[in-house]
T-cell receptor
């Protein structure tokens, strides 16, 4: 059974810092890995999707990497802003014949002005 | 530009009552999903559908039923609500086919907050 772990559970940084969020998964047979953002009381917004054949994806100040063999992904946020404060969720799509995303429990990020 | 719309946004039920959560998507997506999100548990898949008229069980299907009578709608039913079903429910959809599973992005609704007393 696929399991996804995110470390740390919470992170507080001053504005302007670069930061890294970590995600690990137990079964490397994945189709893709996705990073989502969730604001309090809101739904999930897809930030980046890395296909299993890719090593990284970039969108603006966000860069996500994938090392499938070691079961790890990182989300790098450059020059953090207070508006980046949210919970970041990592999820993997795996399982032949199924379309089940397995989610980590998230990292709650607070960027202090 | 509605995307995925969930109805209702909030609901309070008494134990034993029934209700149906509605999910509607206007993106012509084939695949739809229902998740629940609980503190400390992350999101877990309840049921999903790979097309009109089809449904399949996810990780935590017990106590729920679903129907996909129309491609754009996916209904989640609770026949006899229990306090353990207090949660935030999210619907998602994706335009996948097997050949492009690696590109499958799921688009989420804003959620339904359900409390069962």
């Amino acid at each position: 059974k696929q399991e996804v772990t995110q470390i740390p559970a919470a992170l507080s940084v001053p504005e302007g810092e670069n930061l890294v969020l970590n995600c690990s998964f137990t079964d490397s047979a994945i189709y893709n890995l996705q990073w989502f953002r969730q604001d309090p009381g809101k739904g999930l917004t897809s930030l980046l999707l890395i296909q299993s054949s890719q090593r990284e994806q970039t969108s603006g100040r966000l860069n996500a990497s994938l090392d499938k063999s070691s079961g790890r992904s990182t989300l790098y946020i450059a020059a953090s802003q207070p508006g980046d404060s949210a919970t970041y969720l990592c999820a993997v799509l795996s399982g032949a014949g199924s379309y089940q995303l397995t989610f980590g429990k998230g990292t709650k990020l607070s960027v202090i002005p | 530009n509605a995307g995925v719309t969930q109805t209702p946004k909030f609901r309070v039920l008494k134990t034993g009552q029934s209700m149906t959560l509605l999910c509607a998507q206007d993106m012509n997506h084939e695949y739809m999903y229902w998740y629940r999100q609980d503190p400390g548990m992350g999101l877990r898949l309840i049921h999903y559908s790979v097309g009109e008229g089809t449904t399949a069980k996810g990780e935590v299907p017990d106590g729920y039923n679903v129907s996909r009578l129309k491609k754009q709608n996916f209904l989640l039913g609770l026949e006899s609500a229990a306090p353990s079903q207090t949660s935030v429910y999210f619907c998602a959809s994706s335009p996948t086919s097997f050949s492009i599973k690696a590109k499958n992005i799921q688009y989420f609704g804003a959620g339904t907050r359900l409390s069962v007393l």
